[in-house]
């Protein structure tokens, strides 16, 4: 059992019995790593979830595997996304990829990790601060790196209330030279549950089920990968079909702020990827493209009867990009070069009810282009320093029917220190600045009448430094990471008027300070019994004294493991959730009330197929339907139940 795995813990000295060294997993395949963590290299702090822990978490997806992990938040918006936000920073501050290439819609700069199944997912990263140089422009504050399983089979099988059906199966083959690698995932639910009816006074009904919150989604996933000489290469197809609801902000009189009632009927992702890896001597070449088409179709309607159409949107995306990376030495320093390029067009059609008259639809187009270099130094045994510097660059060349837009750069630059100065203990110190560029859908967008476009955006620059330290000794492993990040011109939202509506619209914020701590404590306690506790304490606030809002003042995650043999697991979790500050419908701060939830894990084999063992499994979340509310009017769901069967892992 390896519960929660800090990212200092994977590193490969921390299995073989040494003090310090790059952050990894064991047996990492670095060919579908985003920014591996090669002899010398040093990045910034980091956590993470191996394989073996997300089979104890029993996630449906990949925001619930991310739950409890610190300085790291995962929570619904006004849209229904899962979005993950690191150390307090905005929704899209933080940037996924999968196997190595980047994948949130460009268009909106987001993905909603509430579709993207975890029983696709080898293994997960979450790095924080200012990240490597291979994650180029708008990865500001932090980044989600999901590697797809690579070795083994799982296959996962579970039904509970309210209509939950989730079914997963992913495994790895060999294939003459090949290596195959297959999967497919469906999760389903016909509501959502409402935890405590008091706290949603509008658009729901007298139900304990929550309006307009059912699911169902299907992905498959193929990847094929071999060798050729000195040529390392591999293939994949991901798709995710999407069928969904999403709840009304009941906090709120329709009578005289209207929330979203919408629903996405046609929610469709499909993403291929190719990535190449070539030694050349003593450089290392690698390569990554991508190509994403994503479509969706947004129904908005009247009101909470869902039954009489206001308006209905129409997206269909197309992305291209790739990314060129060598890595050489130079005497006893390790240069490092990066060059990455992103291209993509959004195609949007709004029809409003009446008439339903179709217009013509609107092209944006919006390129990325990022590039630079770090440097891996050498200074003393046991201590290495990278530094990093580069360039980032976007256009908004097709702005549909909105005014032109200028064509925007900045240079960013890192540096990164490690040193153990004793037995078990590491430090590591990293800082640096990025730069985020509003999304096409920031300046753009309106959201079928919800927001006022802002074409005067600015690109948002962070400050971002932090001071890990990792110490090991015997059974217990402690990791403390203070930070500080100093925003300009980050994008939040105020409330305008026009006329006798009341719209949103995004704005370049003062200058934002964000400092904290993350926290992680695992202390082995016996043999096969582990305690967690893994926490985040945050103060976020602008230059004129007001609180950041959705930003929890502390998140805390106490977990108790035991797995006394092979496949057998059960895990209790208390999370605590703090109070923070929300916008609320006339624009002035709104308090959100702290929350609690506990959830249970068992895993318990019975059988076996050969060497894959069958086990039963049962998962119950947030059991005494403790009310957390990460934003005004959508509080997360109560107590839900699921049971199944498991087979390999």
């Known amino acids: 059992m390896r519960a929660l795995v800090p990212a200092l813990m994977l590193a490969g000295p921390a299995v073989a019995g040494a003090t310090a060294g790059p952050v990894a997993f064991p047996g990492e395949t670095l060919i579908t790593v985003t920014a591996p963590a090669t002899p010398g290299r040093v990045l910034s702090p980091g956590v993470g979830l191996s394989a073996e822990a997300l089979l104890d978490r029993q996630p449906r997806s990949v925001a619930d595997a991310l739950r409890g992990l610190p300085g790291v938040s995962i929570r619904p918006n006004s849209r229904g996304e899962s979005v993950v936000r690191v150390r307090g920073s905005e929704e899209r501050q933080t940037q996924v990829f999968l196997d190595g290439a980047p994948l949130a819609v460009p268009w909106d700069g987001r993905i909603d990790l509430g579709l993207v199944p975890a029983g696709l997912i080898g293994r997960l990263a979450v790095r924080k601060g200012a990240g490597a140089i ?20 799982v296959g996962q099988a579970q039904a509970g209330s309210y209509g939950i059906r989730n079914l997963s199966a992913a495994g790895v083959v060999p294939l003459g030279g090949l290596t195959l690698a297959i999967g497919a ?19 729901q009904a007298a139900s304990d089920r929550r309006t307009n919150s059912d699911i169902n989604a299907t992905s498959l996933f193929a990847g094929i990968g071999g060798a050729a000489g000195a040529l390392d290469w591999r293939a994949s197809l991901l798709h995710i079909d999407a069928d969904r609801g999403i709840a009304p902000e009941s906090d709120r009189d329709p009578a005289v702020t209207a929330p979203r009632y919408w629903r996405y009927p046609d929610w469709r992702l499909t993403q291929a990827q190719v990535a190449l890896q070539l030694a050349l001597g003593d450089a290392t070449a690698r390569a990554t493209l991508w190509r994403q088409w994503f479509g969706q179709a947004i129904l908005s309607y009247r009101d909470a009867s869902y039954s009489a159409l206001r308006a209905r949107e129409g997206n269909d995306d197309d992305t291209l990009g790739a990314r060129l990376t060598l890595a050489h030495p130079i005497g006893p320093v390790t240069l ?7 291209t993509s067009d959004h195609q949007q059609t709004d029809v409003a009810f009446p008439p339903a008259t179709v217009p013509a639809p609107l092209l944006y187009r919006q390129t990325l282009l990022s590039g630079g270099v770090e440097a891996d130094v050498p200074l003393a045994a046991g201590t290495a320093l990278t530094l990093g510097l580069g360039y980032d660059r976007s256009a908004n060349p097709r702005t549909g029917d909105k005014p032109a837009q200028p064509v925007n750069g900045a240079a960013t630059f890192s540096a990164a220190l490690r040193t153990s100065p004793a ?50 000794t015997g059974p217990l492993t402690l990791t403390l990471d203070p930070f500080w990040q100093r925003g300009l011109g980050s994008i939040g939202q105020r409330v305008v008027r026009v006329g006798p509506a009341s ?47 959705q930003r929890p003042a502390q998140e805390l995650m106490l977990a108790l493991d035991w797995a006394p043999r092979a496949a057998f697991d059960m895990r209790a979790e208390i999370r605590h959730i703090g109070p923070a500050r929300d916008l609320a419908p006339d624009g002035t701060l709104a308090r959100l009330a702290p929350g609690a939830e506990v959830n249970l894990r068992a895993r318990l084999p019975v059988a076996h197929i050969g060497k894959a063992p069958i086990a039963l499994t049962a998962a119950a979340d947030n059991l005494f339907n403790g009310l957390i509310t990460p934003q005004l009017g959508l509080p997360l769901p109560g107590r839900t139940l699921r049971i199944g069967l498991m087979v390999g892992g």
């Open 134 to 153: 291979e994650y180029g422009a708008n990865a500001v504050a932090g980044v989600l790196d999901l590697t797809t399983r690579d070795e083994g089979a």
């Open 185 to 203: 995932a469906h999760q389903a639910q016909s509501a959502a549950v409402v935890a405590r009816q008091s706290a949603l006074p509008f658009s």
């Open 336 to 342: 490092r070069w990066s060059l990455s390029g992103q």
């Open 503 to 549: 719209l949103r619209q995004r704005f370049n914020q003062v200058a934002t300070t964000s400092y904290g701590i993350d926290a992680a404590v695992q202390w082995r306690v016996q043999e096969h019994l582990t305690l967690e506790l893994t926490g985040t304490a945050l103060d976020a606030g602008n230059s004129l004294g007001q609180p950041l809002v």
């Open 423 to 472: 037995a078990g203990l590491t430090i590591t110190a990293s800082a640096g600045r990025r730069n985020r560029f509003p999304s096409a859908r920031e300046l753009f967008g309106e959201a079928l009448g919800r927001f006022l476009a802002n074409p005067d955006l600015k690109p948002e620059q962070l400050w971002l430094t932090d001071i890990e330290l990792q110490w090991q």
